[in-house]
């Protein structure tokens, strides 16, 4: 599976869209990218996954470069709520390799 | 009820203390994950088990083993507990659509 890059961190105000980057650069055709998050030591939350087409559900969108070497998860309007930290993992094995991730930090 | 389910919830024990972790699932789902958690740290997988007769090591599996005792059930052992062990433990089960569904989370600490 391939190895993802995120941001350590990113603060994001209350109410703004939340653009959070994904570096997979070696991603190979059949992996898809995956989002979760987790909310303080809860366990992980699905978010949205995708193969080379955008994707949009009620918690957010998913965008995939054309080359499929990036990604971008925006939550449209970020809450408090939304603070967490946020995984991407590139993954066709339905092994996952979570990483680090990028702590999110919503802003009042 | 849960759809993923971890027992216990926390616990605390000594070094060189066998310890299991169970975690159930009520989802149907063939696969199933450990995870270890650390302080500030991501997710690392430890074994995962594709079906019942399939069990395979993960990023860190030394010093853990586990069982897989139906569909429904994967249990995670720690044959003889050591400090950093202590960590948050997650246990994950996948079906067809690639999203995975985490339980609640063991706190383990050895002493």
């Known amino acids: 599976d391939a190895k993802t890059t995120q941001p350590p961190s990113m603060d994001c105000a209350e109410g703004r869209a939340a653009n959070l980057p994904c570096n997979h650069s070696t991603i190979s055709g059949n992996e898809y990218v995956y989002w979760y998050r987790q909310i303080h030591s809860q366990g992980p939350q699905y978010i949205i996954h995708g193969l080379k087409n955008n994707e949009t559900n009620e918690m957010a969108s998913l965008i995939i470069t054309e080359d499929r070497k990036s990604s971008t998860l925006i939550l449209p309007h970020a809450t408090l709520r939304d603070t967490a930290v946020y995984y991407c993992i590139a993954s066709g094995t339905y092994k996952y390799i979570f990483g680090t991730g990028t702590r999110l930090k919503v802003l009042a | 009820d849960a759809d993923v389910t971890q027992t216990p919830r926390n616990r605390i024990t000594k070094t060189g203390k066998r310890i299991m972790l169970e975690c159930s699932q009520t989802k149907g789902h063939d696969r199933m994950y450990w995870y270890r958690q650390d302080p500030g740290l991501g997710l690392r997988l430890i074994y995962y088990s594709f079906d019942v007769k399939d069990i395979n090591k993960g990023e860190i599996s030394d010093g853990y083993s586990v069982s897989r005792q139906a569909q429904a059930k994967f249990s995670l052992s720690l044959e003889s507990a050591i400090p950093n062990q202590t960590a948050l433990y997650f246990c994950?089960?996948?079906?067809?659509?690639?999203?995975?569904?985490f339980g609640p989370g063991t706190r383990l600490t050895v002493l």
């Open positions: 994950a089960t996948n079906g067809r659509g690639g999203e995975q569904f």
